[in-house]
């Protein structure tokens, strides 16, 4: 199957998530690779990781047939692989070529590096319980686990949650570029006022994460099977994939896990005209744009080519209009703020404790506070007086 390229497509009703739930299982011919992932927790908790994934038949890539699949796929192997690598006394600085070439393969058809990425861990990672309901918390579970328990479920169900209250806006954006361009001044209010009610959507979800995801437990249960291996101290070189022809056995390093590699943010500044100083911070978040699927990636730099709102709020000078574009703005700085909130309670702030992580590393490999803090205050300046 060759590398597969999609319509850039975002929907009104679900944003970034798939149009159709995702699969819950690859078909019979995976059988085997699938009671291994449903295994998981209990693999990991009696430390039977490796001998049980070097021990799997073949992945029969080949009967994979549509992007369901291949999502479902790639959901499966990268939570082995990252299984595989941390799930031992000592990570894994080799990974078996039973599981690197699939890996390798299916992330290549998806135009994604070979790694767990949030695609992965969130957007097709989820179930609903009643199809006929929302996508939100109480009514969806996750496909795939790590360990499980309710902490690791809670944490990833808040990220769908949010993916889907950000539907409406991100299905606007386009329009309200539109409306920007004709002049509209009454129709882009009216649109901005839709963004801006589907932001504090998804803020009023975003405050709900501590209910159910305790910060110890996220740090210590959670957290260390989504790192990467790129800018980590245990594994300095990075993860040698066996077989992989393409990476010609040396080590290759990549990021780990990060709501960095959401297309939400992104989107907004896009929309809004967010501007963020050249620096390594902002290179970094470039780089997890190669994490995103294509398509995803593909929408925001098509935000990108087209002039913000911002230059024609300005001009039109019109007060109702500045105010609404304003609520939008302090909506994503107060989205922001919150994660600045959470990553020093959830990660920062356990880090101090812990003498692996003196430096308070994220998951994606990069002194996260300081990026948080720094866009947080960037986005506020974008307010006009």
């Not at 944490?155 to 539109?178: N, Q, S, T, W």
């Not at 995803?296 to 024609?312: C, K, N, T």
């Not at 001009?315 to 990553?343: D, M, Q, W």
Request: proline share 8%.
């Amino acid at each position: 199957m060759p590398q597969l390229f999609f319509e850039t497509q975002v929907s009104h009703n679900r944003g970034f998530l798939p149009l159709h739930d995702p699969l819950t299982h690859l078909p019979k011919p995976f059988d085997a690779w699938e009671d291994v992932a449903r295994q998981l927790p209990k693999l990991l908790a009696s430390d039977q990781i490796h001998r049980t994934i070097t021990g799997l038949p073949p992945f029969p890539i080949e009967e994979i047939h549509d992007r369901r699949e291949l999502e479902r796929a790639m959901v499966l192997l990268s939570y082995l692989g990252h299984a595989y690598v941390w799930g031992g006394t000592r990570p894994a600085t080799v990974l078996p070529a039973r599981l690197a070439v699939p890996w390798y393969d299916v992330a290549e058809k998806l135009g994604r590096p070979p790694v767990l990425s949030y695609s992965s861990y969130a957007l097709h990672n989820f179930f609903r319980f009643d199809p006929s309901r929302e996508i939100e918390c109480g009514n969806i579970g996750l496909i795939q686990n790590f360990l499980g328990g309710l902490d690791e479920e809670w944490f990833i169900m808040i990220h769908v949650e949010i993916e889907r209250k950000a539907a409406p806006a991100m299905g606007l954006l386009h329009a309200c570029l539109d409306a920007a361009e004709a002049g509209e001044a009454e129709n882009l209010e009216a649109l901005l006022a839709q963004v801006e009610s589907s932001l504090r959507s998804i803020h009023a979800t975003m405050l709900r994460m501590p209910e159910h995801c305790d910060p110890y437990i996220y740090y210590h249960r959670v957290r260390p099977y989504i790192h990467g291996w790129k800018n980590h101290p245990d594994l300095p070189n990075g993860l040698i994939y066996e077989s992989v022809a393409a990476f010609g056995g040396r080590p290759q390093q990549f990021r780990g896990e990060t709501g960095a590699q959401s297309s939400i943010v992104p989107s907004l500044d896009a929309l809004l005209g967010v501007t963020h100083q050249q620096d390594v911070l902002s290179l970094y978040l470039q780089e997890m744009r190669a994490y995103m699927p294509p398509e995803h990636r593909a929408f925001i730099e098509s935000l990108e080519g087209r002039p913000s709102v911002r230059g024609f709020v300005q001009r039109c000078g019109k007060p109702s209009l500045t105010s609404i574009y304003n609520a939008c703005t302090e909506a994503v700085e107060n989205f922001r703020s919150l994660h600045l909130e959470y990553a020093a309670k959830y990660i920062f702030h356990q880090a101090q404790t812990d003498p692996k992580n003196p430096h308070a590393v994220g998951t994606g490999g990069t002194p996260f506070m300081q990026y948080l803090k720094k866009h947080r205050d960037e986005t506020g300046q974008s307010r006009m007086v």
